[in-house]
């Protein structure tokens, strides 16, 4: 058996992860914190929206029968309804309402004929109109309890807050909302080379990944906290690791691969951490630990930094959506059609940086020139990963391709 065959599919590693993720327990947030939160529980209406029928266009109130003669009909204008007002005049026929969008309709009216399809008359010295085309019942009429009817359900359970659903819920008068809680993620980086930016180098390299993941996590809907650098020794990395009440992932980089000073996966193993594999058939990104401990998450992510960004990408975003509550956890995946050609040896699955554009009815992937996973160049501009399948070993111009939308993306 070669190497790679031992290695764990991307799919199976990630429906492992998942199968360790439960949404995490309700807590109430004020609507304008919950943008991308996914309800814990049904919302019902209180009020019914909107509370009258209301005119969908600024025009004339009419009587539909009144208009089934021969055109144009001429109407008497009995009133004007602005929107925030009231019709005092019951619509009898031969008479009808000036009214603006939103006004409530009013009584004895049952659909609006727009502005545009009328002709005042000027001469007259009454207030007349002449509507130029006739209506059917209904028309241009926002009916009462379109948006909600009180008692009803209004969004369910599950439902993800959108910017629209929270629309509905502030039309509602609600300020607050019961949703999953947040995930609080822990982000620790390992290596001796690493300084903080704020620091002289002296031969050392700024720790990027903790920021970035940081960013990443934030984008994602989880809530994160860094706890810095620890050393390559075994004892930083369990003192790091042992401070971790309250959080609910926890997300190490580098020092999970082979070299000798990795300490990532044994300090994991002895603070009991049950670690559910190592290796992913994947590249970049192939070393990823992942474990758990009580209700804890640990993903032990590669050191390169687009090797972490990606495995964020594949593994942790998703994780991090379940326990947000969200059903559809991604990593999205759209079609799209390679520009150039790839090869590699089969073996393993690439996630290939690609920036990708709409031309000619379909989305064109064009391969950035670096691909290299210790260089974030290789990441900047991209805009989305080429899944290049395990076993395919080849992709020439034109092929179908499978593309990931990225989330780092500005
Ligand atoms: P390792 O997994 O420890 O072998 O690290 C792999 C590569 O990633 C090395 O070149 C490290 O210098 C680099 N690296 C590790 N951690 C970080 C970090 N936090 N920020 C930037 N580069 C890193
Ligand atoms: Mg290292």
Avoid at 167 to 190: D, E, K, N
Avoid at 222 to 251: K, Q, Y
């Amino acid at each position: 058996m070669n190497d790679s065959a031992t290695l764990l599919p991307e799919e199976d590693a990630r429906s492992q992860i998942l199968a360790l993720c439960a949404p995490l327990p309700t807590e109430w947030l004020l609507l304008d914190d919950a943008l991308g939160c996914v309800l814990a529980e049904d919302v019902m209406a209180q009020r019914t929206l909107p509370p009258w029928d209301n005119s969908a266009m600024d025009g004339y109130a009419v009587r539909s029968a009144d208009l089934a003669g021969p055109l144009p009909v001429r109407l008497n204008v009995g009133e004007t309804i602005y929107a925030g007002a009231v019709g005092h005049q019951a619509l009898v026929s031969g008479v009808c309402a000036r009214i603006m969008t939103g006004a409530p309709l009013p009584a004895g009216a049952d659909a609006v004929v727009m502005r545009e399809r009328t002709r005042p008359v000027v001469q007259s010295g009454a207030d007349q109109v002449d509507v130029l085309e006739a209506v059917a019942p209904g028309q241009f009429v926002r009916p009462r309890g379109e948006d909600a009817r009180e008692g009803q359900l209004l969004l369910a359970r599950c439902t993800p807050l959108g910017i629209p659903e929270l629309g509905l819920l502030w039309a509602q008068g609600r300020q607050a909302v019961p949703v999953s809680r947040a995930p609080r993620v822990a982000i620790l980086s390992t290596g001796d080379e690493l300084c903080h930016a704020d620091e002289p180098p002296n031969g050392r390299i700024v720790d990027t990944n903790a920021p970035s993941l940081a960013l990443a996590v934030r984008r994602a809907g989880g809530i994160p906290t860094r706890l810095g650098i620890a050393r390559d020794t075994r004892d930083a990395v369990l003192a790091a690791l042992s401070r971790l009440d309250g959080f609910d992932v926890v997300l190490t980089s580098a020092g999970v691969s082979v070299g000798e000073r990795d300490y990532v996966k044994e300090v994991l193993a002895e603070l009991g951490v049950e670690q559910h594999f190592w290796r992913v058939a994947i590249k970049p990104g192939k070393p990823l630990v992942v474990g758990r401990r009580g209700a804890t998450l640990f993903f032990g992510l590669p050191g390169n930094p687009t090797s972490s960004l990606v495995t964020f990408e594949l593994f942790v975003r998703p994780a991090l959506r379940k326990l947000l509550g969200h059903a559809q956890v991604g990593p999205g995946r759209v079609a799209g059609r390679l520009e150039g050609k790839l090869s590699k040896p089969s073996g393993l699955a690439h996630f290939v940086r690609v920036t990708a554009a709409w031309r000619e009815g379909s989305l064109w992937a064009r391969p950035l020139a670096t691909q290299t996973s210790g260089a974030l160049r290789s990441a900047a501009a991209a805009t989305h990963l080429l899944h290049f399948p395990r076993e395919a070993s080849s992709l020439t111009a034109g092929d179908a391709v499978e593309l990931l939308p990225l989330s780092w993306v500005a």
